[in-house]
């Protein structure tokens, strides 16, 4: 049974090893010039105030073919995993009872679940494997970079980044044989499998992740100098969001609030803030009120326990899901 | 060896039709003492049958005594069924071959001649029984 | 007396509302070629998937070659299969799939594989996907022999065939079995295509199964008669009535009796395996009860 899944599987087999290949090349080419940069804008030295440092880090990488390599790599990683779901996954079993050819695996002395379970452990280890090469060279490479563009937190570059993207390319391979399965179609099963795996990565990323561990709350004094945001709409409707020194990490929600913890909206006293008021007399203002800024955040050393949380999700619903393959494959699979 | 070959419509059994066969190529000296009946599996590879219909007629034909079956060797024809007759044969052929030359020159279809052939067979020997 | 190769009891499978089979009871002896005939949608199928254990019944029992169907490897090993149009792996090759066959069944014979392929001429290095009809279904005669099974059963194996490939696939069965002992179970919608090969007879019409047994004894059993029009009540005792047609004065009947139709007023006539199942074809309209099996 390995011999028939490898045999079935070579051709993409190769497919993988080629393009992880090229990938590598790219990487270890465009790497050294990366590192140079690194160096040469001296930002392991920069201590506290590292902008310009990391300004000009930037414009050096930027001017070379390492900056489009950073977007390109960190799409692929985005991508992969959902690739394997629809083009592994969806067809695994889809095609086999498209074509009919169940019936003669399912007559060889061979049982049912070994013939399952055989196909899924040597292809989710394949794609275990894959996948955790593709991030784990993505993610050396792009150490620097990612620090310098405000850490791997983030939200996008956090889903392509570490051990998510194998738990993605796990949950994504087994969703595709699980959709393939009961829908029997290769076609719609890889659709099928398309729209449910986007649905639930966007929503871990957009609602479910901040969640997975618990967020910093700090209220500090409002420090108005250089506001991130000040803004006064209709009716004399203020909204102020100050500036923050948290570096590298994912900011939740940024408010401003008055002594009753309230979010403060003003109203704009018109004789600092209105239309014949001096240039910063508004932001002196503002700064008088005693008002506090607000912040529930991510600090950088919450990545890796948000990797492993997001991580065991994903696997433990791939679980799932595969058990509920072996049943239905047992009980109700003709 | 002999070849054999079934007709579907003939309403005769095919285990019967094996043995007919056997029989008549006996008769025509096709098969002489000795010579070996083709296996089970050499005639349903060629005649798509069922083994068993073989092994019945190869049975029937052994309880008849015209052949004999030699366990692993394979069935083999234990008796003539020609007799002094079987010199007569080649000339009396060629008198049929000529007969039937003639009757087709005469304008007989195969249908007729073959109604003409039976009706008359038949109404001799039922004067010569 | 070896053990039936197929015993139902009572087997019937249900899909929702549809009654695929009912009640069926079949009591099936070793060594024969068993033709399955009966309309499309008939049951057929599904009477030969629950049989190699692809599907469960829902109700009644069913035993092959002493063994449940679905029991695990051992009884696999037992059943060679081919389902309806032979499916095989259009990207492997012939080679790989005798590779597929010796990897995935412990009794595999490789030289009886590798014999018949080459009688029949395929490269092992073509693609499967590239076969004709009649190869992919050599092809899948092959992987179902060459396990060497004690059972083969074929669904529809030469349906969609041209004539030639039909012949010659029922040679090789029939060379196969000549060789080895095995029994075979062959289903088709039509009777013509078994006659040759078949000496035990199953038909199956509106999923039940109408009449079942040796193929010597069914034409033994059966007669047409032809006579004056008259009232079937008059017929003697042990006869039944298959099918009947009446125009004008004449009666035309199917029966099926024990004893020999001693009645002087019918011509009595031999049925051929076609007419005998076009009977029970018939009978599904108008008396849809099941007929009992002749005795084993």
């Known amino acids: ?334 | 060896m002999i070849e054999f070959h079934l007709d579907g419509r003939s309403g005769v059994a095919p285990y019967m039709q094996l043995i007919q066969q056997v029989r008549q190529a006996m008769r025509l000296g096709l098969l002489a003492e000795g010579d070996q009946l083709p296996t089970v599996k050499d005639v349903v590879s060629k005649v798509a049958i069922n083994p068993n219909t073989v092994l019945k007629a190869y049975r029937e034909l052994e309880y008849e005594g015209l052949v004999a079956a030699r366990p692993g060797v394979g069935t083999f024809v234990t008796r003539t069924l020609t007799d002094e007759s079987l010199a007569a044969h080649g000339p009396l052929r060629e008198e049929l071959i000529a007969w039937l030359a003639r009757a087709r020159a005469a304008g007989l279809t195969a249908e007729s001649i073959e109604a003409l052939f039976v009706s008359t067979f038949r109404a001799r020997i039922e004067e010569s029984a | 007396m070896s053990r039936p190769v197929l015993q139902a009891e009572g087997l019937s499978k249900r899909y929702g509302r549809r009654l695929a089979l009912s009640d069926c009871t079949l009591a099936i002896p070793a060594g024969r070629v068993v033709g399955l005939v009966g309309p499309n949608g008939a049951g057929k199928t599904t009477l030969l998937h629950i049989a190699v254990g692809l599907l469960p019944p829902t109700a009644g029992s069913i035993e092959v070659l002493g063994g449940h169907p679905a029991s695990g490897a051992a009884q696999l090993a037992k059943v060679g299969f081919v389902a309806q149009d032979a499916p095989i792996y259009a990207g492997l090759s012939v080679a790989d799939h005798l590779r597929f066959g010796a990897h995935m069944n412990p009794g595999w014979d490789q030289r009886l594989a590798d014999e018949r392929i080459g009688r029949l001429g395929l490269d092992p290095s073509q693609k499967a996907g590239k076969l004709s009809g009649g190869q992919r279904a050599q092809l899948a005669l092959t992987l179902a022999i060459a396990k060497l099974p004690d059972l083969l059963i074929l669904d529809e194996p030469i349906a969609s065939l041209d004539p030639l490939a039909r012949r010659e696939f029922l040679q090789g069965l029939m060379a196969y079995i000549a060789e080895h002992d095995a029994s075979v179970i062959l289903s088709s919608h039509l009777v013509s295509d078994l006659e040759r090969v078949c000496d035990y007879l199953v038909v199956l019409v509106a999923s039940r199964v109408r009449v079942s047994g040796e193929v010597d004894d069914l034409l033994t059993n059966h007669h047409r008669l032809t006579g004056a029009r008259r009232d079937l009540a008059n017929l003697p005792t042990g006869t039944e009535v298959i099918e009947e047609s009446h125009i004008d004065r004449q009666s035309t009947l199917t029966v099926r009796s024990t004893s020999p139709i001693d009645d002087r007023s019918f011509t009595v006539e031999q049925l051929t395996l076609e007419d005998l199942v076009l009977a029970y074809l018939s009978q599904q309209t108008t008396h849809p009860q099941p007929v009992l099996e002749t005795t084993p």
């Open chain 1, 1 to 334: 049974m390995i011999w028939l899944t490898w045999r079935q599987f070579r051709t993409q087999t190769w497919i993988t090893v080629g393009a992880l290949a090229a990938l590598g090349v790219v990487l270890v080419v465009t790497g050294p010039s990366i590192a140079d940069a690194y160096d040469a804008a001296n930002v392991a030295a920069c201590g506290t105030d590292c902008g310009a440092a990391i300004s000009n880090f930037l414009n050096q990488v930027r001017t070379g073919a390492a900056g489009i390599v950073y977007q390109l790599a960190s799409a692929v990683v985005y991508v992969v995993p959902a690739v394997i779901g629809v083009f592994w996954g969806a067809p695994l079993i889809a095609r086999e009872l498209e074509t009919g050819t169940h019936r003669l695996a399912w007559n060889q002395t061979v049982t049912r679940t070994r013939w399952l379970a055989t196909k899924l452990a040597v292809i989710g280890a394949g794609t275990a494997l894959a996948v955790g090469l593709l991030s784990w060279a993505v993610t050396s490479w792009a150490y620097h970079l990612d620090d310098a563009h405000g850490g791997r937190i983030l939200p996008l570059t956090f889903s392509t980044r570490g051990i998510v993207p194998v738990g993605y390319a796990l949950f994504a391979f087994v969703l595709g044989v699980t959709m393939g399965m009961l829908i029997r179609r290769t076609v719609a099963a890889m659709a099928a499998t398309l729209a449910v795996y986007s649905l639930a990565v966007i929503s871990m990323q957009e609602w479910i992740r901040e969640h997975l561990v618990a967020a910093s709350h700090v209220t500090n004094p409002l420090d108005i100098s250089s506001p991130e945001l000040l803004m006064i709409g209709d009716n004399d409707e203020m909204t102020v969001i100050g500036s923050h020194s948290l570096s590298d990490a994912w900011v939740l929600s940024n408010q401003t609030i008055t002594h009753t913890g309230q979010v403060f909206t003003g109203p704009a006293d018109p004789q600092y803030c209105g239309p014949e008021a001096a240039v910063r007399a508004c932001d002196q203002w503002v700064n008088s009120l005693g008002l506090r800024q607000d912040l529930v955040y991510h600090p950088a050393d919450h990545f890796w326990p948000l990797q492993l949380a997001e991580t065991g999700i994903f696997i433990a619903i791939a679980l799932l899901l595969a058990g509920f393959c072996f049943w239905w494959t047992r009980r109700h699979l003709t």
